[in-house]
């Protein structure tokens, strides 16, 4: 089973480099954030005709996540994070497939830091580990993935001094990420390569991709269920040298059976 995660950055302005990686990849369970489309504006028909099933949570201009599964209709068993009744935005959706649980999340960036956005990221973080937290306690197959905008570590930047006082690499933020995995969850992609700089996103800005000057944002969380039958794990990262591509690359594990 692949199981992936890929900030669309725009969907339907991205729909033929999403398309175009459906095909080659084959994925059979893709997690998308940032569709920056409203409910009704997701390209279900295009998305379906490629031989995927989805369930989607849009806003428009913003935000916006949805799950696709190869050859099914994801079972939807959650939409929005719990523990805000007040937060509209489009950050989580949650769906069965296969017989895994899966949380698709896009985390607030949380800049500027200090300030509103920066309180509503740790905000937003303390609801996740809740929430992860009756997840792990069911003891069934779950993952948690997308664009966490954390930086969880120095190897995953590619300078950390300049990313001292930003949202994405606070220490307040890291150690969240850190409780979070304390929980019993498995960073996939780092547990595959614990000691490679590795990235899944590059600015547009200052010839940033050419340079590799990278982050690693987007993570797979795994459950002690899945975390045993990982058997590889890597980005896509050609496909952000595609034209009109998104800045983050398609992030992946492989999982055995």
Not at 43 to 50: L, Y
Not at 178 to 186: H, N
Not at 188 to 208: Q, S
Request: charged content about 25%; glycine content about 8%; hydrophobic content about 45%.
């Amino acid at each position: 089973m692949l199981i992936a995660t890929f900030n669309i950055n725009g969907i339907n302005g991205r729909l033929p480099v999403l398309l175009r990686w459906l095909s080659e990849a084959k994925p059979d369970i893709v997690c998308l954030q940032e569709l920056k489309a409203p409910q009704g504006k997701f390209p279900q028909a295009a998305i379906r005709a490629t031989g995927y099933g989805a369930v989607w949570h849009g806003q428009k201009s913003w935000n916006g996540v949805a799950i696709l599964a190869r050859g099914s209709d994801p079972i939807e068993t959650r939409r929005g994070l719990p523990g805000d009744d007040e937060d509209m935005q489009s950050r989580y959706i949650e769906a069965a497939i296969g017989g895994v649980l899966i949380g698709c999340l896009y985390l607030p960036n949380g800049n500027p830091a200090p300030g509103p956005k920066f309180d509503y990221k740790l905000a937003w973080l303390e609801r996740l580990a809740s929430h992860a937290a009756e997840l792990l306690a069911h003891k069934i197959p779950v993952a948690l993935i997308g664009d966490f905008n954390v930086i969880p570590t120095e190897i995953d930047v590619y300078k950390p001094e300049r990313w001292v006082d930003d949202a994405l690499f606070r220490p307040e933020v890291r150690q969240a990420f850190r409780d979070l995995i304390a929980q019993g969850w498995t960073d996939a992609l780092r547990a595959m390569h614990p000691e490679e700089r590795i990235y899944t996103f590059w600015d547009y800005f200052r010839n940033a991709w050419g340079r590799n000057a990278g982050l690693r944002l987007d993570h797979l969380l795994v459950s002690p269920a899945l975390s045993k039958r990982i058997i590889a794990a890597d980005v896509d990262r050609q496909v952000r040298g595609w034209d009109k591509a998104s800045d983050h690359a398609p992030t992946w594990i492989r999982l055995e059976g």
